[in-house]
């Protein structure tokens, strides 16, 4: 994880540094940093904390320079501290990086540079790497670029990282491996970022590094780019489209809160251009262009972190119903080391809202050299998975900067219910009427989500039994079939901003173990919208009242029989069963997001955690 940022130009550094950090933010919060050159020294600022700790260290101190770079760091090796915070010095005090991976090798190079006289302040293992570049530097009296690839070449690991040199301070060395790296490219000046948010102010033209090669950027010769193996490569320079306006909080106390209002809109920018309305029909370029694979696929495996698994949990449901294709849904942490047997004939598709969670990305190298077809459901555009798979579709939900996943979530299931619906009518196995009829429902949702959000008497609702629960120490989430995979999403989301204990589980399970948990201070959260299990849910509602449990119900409008025995219900529109999960799941951000803020929890940035995993 770690965001990181530089520039080098005419305008001043520091300010530059400061926004695209803010806006990098979202990658950790442990201690933020800048190294900044001017007038022939080299000077580094860091702290503990967030952005603004460091904004308010550096308040009176210099903070002048055209060149620079700035960190923002998700722990890794060593504890959050100001000795630990980036940018590292060299020994001499020449050079400085900044480190966004893991360097798994650091120890035997540690113990060798110590052997050599190298002494270690921090318990990092971005300060080793910057010791190496010194000391190959020193063997070899080689120029910067070459050091870090001589360096590099010795590494193992991942890593996006930004050197500079003091007694060479017109350029900036860049590299890349497995963590992302983007270059902008201004009309006499140069940026550097883990993505393109610090960027777009200032330019369009950017160069996606590619894995295993080191960029220089240089005030007097430009770019050039090579790999570390030393093979020059032409840059790729593509013109990014993204608002600025979209990075701001618009007027909401959060990004959480504003990303849950934007989901009828971004649901309707999923499905633009993918649903042909005036004849009822899907078109999902990324699947028509390999219509035969998915026609013949023998099964399609699903690999996905956290929320992302989640929906893919929804697309095992959709699929398996609609198109009669097996599924299987894996978690990418266990898929990528249990020597999984898949192969040609198999696809695999990659979940990912940042599209560079690191064990989602090695799940799909494995799936790739094992003759798979890869496809990716990313929502930033030209991130690592992006541009590692065969084909794959953008969800278009827009930056969304809250930790806890929300419209990309719904995006998600927005496209996996497209993908069900247009390989189940490709391949025949839904009737033409009931196509038609799941398409005209999916095409309503984004105006059912706007009218659930605009329901006052709803949210006034959700923020009460936000008020009742807010003290809660555990949380039961229930749902069967479709909805399983919402009861989990609500647990998740409900535990990773308000740090409640929250379990999601399949309502039925309940009697094979968490039952036992249930007494007059469980609160119980049902998802009660299936259509097909509406008795089962009933009875499993009368189980926890029995137990005395206090049950929150999320029903569809005109319920009766949930009504007269859950303790709450809460309404959402009526939709075709297939696409409940996209509604239900609005209430539950609701809920998680009131209850994090009674109890004054940091929703954006809820403590260790980060937007993007780039760690294993
Ligand atoms: O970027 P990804 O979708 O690959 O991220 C996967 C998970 O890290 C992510 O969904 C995480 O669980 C969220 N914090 C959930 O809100």
Redesign the pocket.
Known sequence: MCGIVAYIGQKEAYPILIKGLQRLEYRGYDSAGVALFNDGNLNILKRKGKVNDLLQFSKDKNTAGNIGMGHTRWATHGVPNNTNAHPHPSGDGDLAIIHNGIIENYEPLKKALKNKGHIFTSDTDTEVLVHLIEEVQRETKTDIAEAVRLALSQVIGAYAIVVLDQKDPTRLVAARKASPLVIGIGKDDFYLASDATPIIEYTKNVVYLNDEEIAVVDLKNGLEIKTIANEPQVPVIQEIHMEVERLEKGGYDHYMLKEIYEQPRTIADCMRGRIDSKNNRIYLGGIMEHKKRFQNAKRIIIV?????WHSGLIAEYLIEELARIPVEVEYASEFRYRNPIVGEGDIVIA???????AD?LAALEIAKKRGAMIYGIVNVVGSSIARLTDAGSYIHAGPEIG???TK?FTGQVTLLTMMALNLAHERGTISESEYQKLIIELENVPNKIKELLANNEENSKIKYIASVFQNAENALYLGRGYNFPIALEGA??LK?ISYIHAEGYPAAEMKHGPIALIDENMPVVVVATNHSAYEKILSNIQEVKARKGRVVAIVEQGDVHIKNIADFVIEIPKTAEPLTPLLAVIPLQLLSYHIAVMRECNVDQPRN?A???TVE
């Open positions: 996905a972190c956290g929320t992302s979940l990912s809202q940042s599209g560079e969670t989602t930790v806890a996943s990309a998740l989301k990773e955690l937007k993007s995993v």
